[in-house]
């Protein structure tokens, strides 16, 4: 029998001291390869016997771990994407750390901390969910997910930045302790959970409105890029999301030798180095060609999310990027979500869920597939429709390559709508016809005085035409010498 142990690294900073201690441990218990989770974990597999090993120089680390379950579950964060992705945000990585230090407590319910003007972490994945305000500075929308239920409920209060810890104590102790009206039931109540809330020592002030989440566009995340004019950061996927644990253990070496103080795992399963300096750009260069690590994987194999140590869902990705690039489908703007399992969350403009016509006491014959599309195929809403259901395997990579035509005409029909309401709401602007005066014998123009300004008497200076007769032109029109 193998196990899974979890080890759980808050917003997804991890310490290449720790890491490599870790890994040490992993490598103790023969152990070559892990992976990292949706939710920005460690994931460890392997027979118990091995595990056996592995948890017993956990214990002497002093490392919390859990066994083939999530009781305690991470919290997840866009921290990650700080600075290498431009957000033009008030939210700094010291504010995201601030956050999550303050929170020393384990929790039961998914937390998100998450800038509002990103899209490369989930934003409504979890139970709870900060959203940082992009009007009001150090305050943070609040919406609640409830468990096991795709509910959600928006506060119509913003949360200032020291309130979120009390906060989201005080939420998931209301939720447990009314565990039948909160979890697993769709018509859960976001005014019942808040009535039980204590706001008198809360920082808060009221919503002006709703927020609103940001288009879906992910950023290219893998590959050495330079930021900061003189930094480079180093983001590492692996196809088969396995990470080689010599590899881990040189890359964290090589974090310290080099004075990284963190590496950050993604809810892409990915890691991310940031702050190589240009000097050391040559070293990390060299560790992945040591490791024959492949770089610049194509976008349409990047933009899929697929549950944790799902071998399922992994085989089905390689099966529809395989098809997407046969046939050169452009799935730019795009994620797209594989799920097997009921109540899992995965993180989708276009949803692959398989189910089975026959499910029964265990018994699980003709698998099927539903493709589901996001509202406004915005990943970050919770609501969709139905696009195809019922499609065989060999169905789905047509079903989904008119999927994402239905996306782009979409879009493009989102586009039409926007530019002729911006058109219809332009005002025409009026200009006000402009005159000179003209001799009708001679053409010679008058501008250089106003035409009233003129004596009565006067004359053209050519012809000695009266002024009488002298005719109004517009000046776009005037009669050419």
């Known amino acids: 029998m193998d ?17 490599l201690s ?19 974990q460690l994931l460890i597999e392997g027979p118990v016997y091995r595990t056996a090993i592995l948890i017993a120089e956990l214990e002497l680390l002093g490392i919390c771990y859990e066994i083939d379950q999530n009781n305690y579950q ?40 998450c800038n509002a003007n990103q899209s490369f972490t989930p934003i409504l994945t979890g139970n709870i969910n900060w959203i940082a305000s992009p009007e009001a500075e150090h305050y943070w929308h609040l919406i609640v997910r409830f468990p096991k239920t795709n509910v959600t409920y928006e506060w119509d209060q ?27 039931n769709n018509k859960a109540s976001g005014s019942l959970l808040f009535s039980s809330i204590d706001q008198a020592n809360l920082i808060l002030k009221p919503a002006d409105k709703p927020i609103n989440f940001p288009p879906f566009n992910l950023p290219y995340y893998e590959g050495l890029n330079k930021y900061n004019n003189n930094k480079y950061w180093l983001g590492i996927y692996r196809r088969d999301e ?66 944790d140590h799902c ?3 992994l085989a089905m990705k390689h099966f529809l990027v395989k098809h997407l690039g046969n046939d050169d489908t452009r799935t730019f703007g795009i994620c797209f979500g594989i799920k097997t399992r009921r109540k899992s969350e995965v993180y989708s403009s276009i949803l692959i869920r398989r189910r089975y016509l026959i499910n029964v006491l265990c018994i699980k014959l003709f698998a ?13 809403e919770r609501t969709g429709e139905v696009f195809s259901s019922n499609n065989l395997k060999f169905m789905l990579p047509e079903q989904l390559r008119r999927a994402v035509i239905k996306h782009y005409h979409y879009k493009t029909g989102n586009l039409k709508t ?18 000179v005066h003209q001799c009708p014998d001679c053409l010679s123009i008058y501008s250089h005085l106003e035409y009233n300004d003129l004596p009565e008497n006067e004359s053209c200076t050519v012809c000695e035409t009266e002024k009488k007769s002298f005719v109004a032109i517009e000046n776009t029109t005037l009669i050419a010498l």
């Open 3 to 19: 196990q899974t142990i979890f080890i759980n690294f808050s917003g997804g900073i991890i310490s290449p001291g720790t890491l």
């Open 22 to 40: 870790i890994l040490i441990a992993t490598s103790k218990a023969g152990i070559t390869h892990v992976r990292f989770g949706l939710r920005q």
């Open 74 to 113: 991470n919290i997840i964060s866009s921290y990650p994407s700080e600075e290498i992705f431009p957000s033009n945000s008030w939210v700094t990585e010291g504010v995201y750390k601030d956050i999550l230090d303050a929170i020393d407590f384990r929790l039961s319910v998914k937390v998100n901390i």
């Open 158 to 184: 913003l949360v200032y930045t020291n309130s979120i810890p009390k906060l989201t104590a005080q939420i998931e102790k209301a939720i447990f302790e009314n565990y039948e009206a909160f979890f697993d």
């Open 242 to 307: 396995m990470f080689n644990v010599t590899f881990l253990k040189k890359i964290c070496s090589l974090c310290l030798d080099t004075k990284l103080g963190q590496l950050c795992c993604t809810s892409w399963k990915t890691i991310i180095i940031k702050g190589i300096a240009e000097t050391e750009k040559g070293l990390w260069n060299r560790l992945l060609e040591e490791f024959q690590v492949n770089m610049r994987h194509a976008a349409n194999e990047l933009n899929f999310q697929v549950e």
């Open 311 to 313: 071998a399922e869902g």
């Open 368 to 380: 099927v597939y539903d493709i589901l599309c996001a509202k406004d195929f915005n990943p970050n």
């Open 418 to 435: 926007n530019i002729s309401k911006r058109i219809d709401n332009e005002k025409p602007i009026l200009i006000k016809p402009q005159y």
